[in-house]
């Protein structure tokens, strides 16, 4: 029988943040256990390291091999592909995001995040050709992507077309800490509804199927933030 609702993945930015250590980490933890500790309480944290640079495979395997086995990372595409004029040339840099070891996390490596500019607009061309350099597969084993744009110009029915038709979801933030609000969201996300409260772009309506979703408590609050996602993890 098929599932009638995806997996819902909470967790953080990152695992390595002083202001933790005595308010979310135990007091006399080691930092070498605070990602196992971290994992322990959530379900998925993102790796942002991958944003600036890049990573070796040990730390990579490492890193898997320090979490729960139904624990899933998600990471950050590198800013070379996504902070460009032209989009459609950064095939270079998603080829060496990938050949940088990410593969080593195995089961445990969940969608990467390319996350674009305030300042970048839509470019429906461009920003097709970059979706196109998007792999869905390496090795025999399937790739999830998905896109964070935050200027106003790609808030138009053809991007969300562009989307759907490269089978590609994009980010929704939202700066508020409405943690029964956002509970009952994911929810139905991950049962594959629309929740009827939030602003859409375009009348085009989704085949309702089961979702798998991650949410992350990423804010200005940071020393709070694993203490949001726990409490959000508590309500689904």
């Known amino acids: 029988m098929a599932a009638k609702s995806g997996k819902i993945r909470i967790g953080i930015g990152g695992w ?9 980490y135990p007091e006399k933890l080691t930092q070498a256990k605070e990602l196992g500790y971290a994992a322990s309480k959530l379900t998925s944290i993102e790796i942002n390291g991958t944003y600036y640079g890049s990573q070796k495979p040990a730390s990579f395997r490492k890193w898997a091999s320090e979490v729960p086995d139904d624990f899933v990372f998600s990471l950050k595409g590198p800013r070379f592909a996504t902070n460009r004029k032209v ?18 996390l195995g ?64 980010v929704f933030s939202e700066h508020a800490k409405a943690l029964d609000a956002w509970a009952k969201r994911l929810q139905e996300f991950a049962a594959g509804g629309e929740p009827a409260d939030l602003p859409r772009v375009g009348d085009g309506k989704l085949k309702k199927q089961p979702r798998d979703v991650f949410a992350y408590v990423i804010h200005e609050a940071k020393v709070r933030a694993p203490h949001g996602a726990m409490a959000l993890i508590e309500r689904v």
């Open 107 to 170: 089961d445990k490596l969940g969608p990467v995040l390319w996350q674009f500019m305030p300042t970048k607009k839509f470019d429906e061309a461009d920003f097709g050709a970059f979706l196109e350099l998007l792999p869905r597969k390496i090795g025999g084993r399937t790739l999830r992507h998905v896109v964070e744009v935050r200027h106003d110009s790609f808030c138009v029915p053809a991007f969300i077309a562009l989307l759907r038709e490269h089978g590609i979801p994009v």
């Open 87 to 104: 989009l459609a040339e950064a095939g270079d840099s998603v080829q060496r995001f990938y050949d940088s070891g990410v593969l080593e």
């Open 16 to 24: 390595t943040f002083e202001p933790w250590r005595g308010t979310f």
